[in-house]
């Protein structure tokens, strides 16, 4: 199948080009997002069902996974659940319904990012870059390691680790993100659009408040609590901030 031709080009150890996983039914959509990234320098590979898409995502290291919400065999949203699972490989999710209650839910099963089917070419490419940019850095020698400390809370900033109390946190790309920016300016509030801009390195409206569910999540895997926070305090009608010493 083509989907396996592909698979087997991206788990090549000498090619450095990002390697993405679209997993969508539409074969057309699916034609035109390969044709468009793969001259850009990615690697593209394509699967159009869910059962399938979560193997494949499973099968290598990819850098990013687009995502459709509706698919045969599984849907997105028990795809992403599955993925999660596994990996915290940057996830894109697309959706022909738009609905805001869609976007909140893959949000908060673990999607680093959302776009309805009506995006343009260049918002796509923004985007994937945002999620990807993580996934493409090159590893740091080993005396270049440095870490965060806040408290119980350490984050090395090269192996992409944190961990409370000597626990490590199972956290998406962007949570991890937003963990280093919060810590970061411990002490002081960061609004909505400035982590934004300093999670995505991007300016763009802030769309259905995805920060905050992003947010709410770090919280949950923080062990905090929004009432009475031990970590991460909400500055009503301002952003957040790390407050733990």
Request: glycine share 6%; with cysteine.
């Given at each position: 199948m083509p989907a396996k031709v592909k698979l087997s080009a991206t788990m090549n150890s000498t090619n450095a080009r990002p390697r993405i996983l679209v997993i969508?039914?539409?074969?057309?959509?699916?034609?035109?997002?390969?044709?468009?990234?793969?001259?850009?320098?990615?690697?593209?590979?394509?699967?159009?069902?869910?059962?399938d898409g979560v193997e494949q995502a499973a099968a290598a290291p990819w850098h990013a996974v687009i995502l459709d919400v509706m698919l045969p065999g599984l849907d997105g949203f028990e795809v992403l659940k599955?993925?999660?699972?596994?990996?915290?490989?940057?996830?894109?999710?697309?959706?022909?319904?738009?609905?805001?209650?869609?976007?909140?839910?893959?949000?908060?099963?673990?999607a680093d990012d959302y776009l309805p089917k009506t995006f343009s070419p260049r918002e796509l490419?923004?985007?994937?870059?945002?999620?990807?940019?993580?996934?493409?850095?090159?590893?740091?020698?080993?005396?270049?390691?440095?870490?965060?400390v806040a408290g119980p809370v350490h984050i090395n900033l090269d192996s992409h680790v944190a961990s409370i109390d000597d626990k490590p946190l199972t956290l998406t790309p962007v949570e991890f993100d937003l963990l280093v920016a919060l810590v970061k300016s411990k002490g002081r509030v960061k609004s909505r659009d400035a982590l934004l801009d300093e999670v995505r390195e991007r300016n763009y409206e802030v769309f259905d408040r995805s920060i905050d569910v992003h947010i709410?999540?770090?919280r949950k895997k923080l062990g905090d609590d929004a009432l009475n926070p031990r970590f991460v305090k909400t500055v009503r009608s301002v952003g957040y901030m790390f407050i733990a010493e």
């Open positions: 969508d039914d539409d074969k057309k959509l699916c034609r035109l997002l390969r044709e468009y990234l793969e001259p850009l320098g990615y690697d593209v590979a394509l699967v159009h069902n869910g059962p599955q993925i999660r699972a596994k990996t915290n490989v940057p996830v894109l999710m697309l959706t022909a319904r738009g609905d805001e209650a869609d976007r909140i839910v893959g949000l908060e099963i673990g490419l923004a985007r994937l870059r945002a999620v990807t940019r993580r996934s493409v850095a090159q590893p740091k020698s080993e005396e270049t390691l440095h870490e965060i709410a999540s770090l």
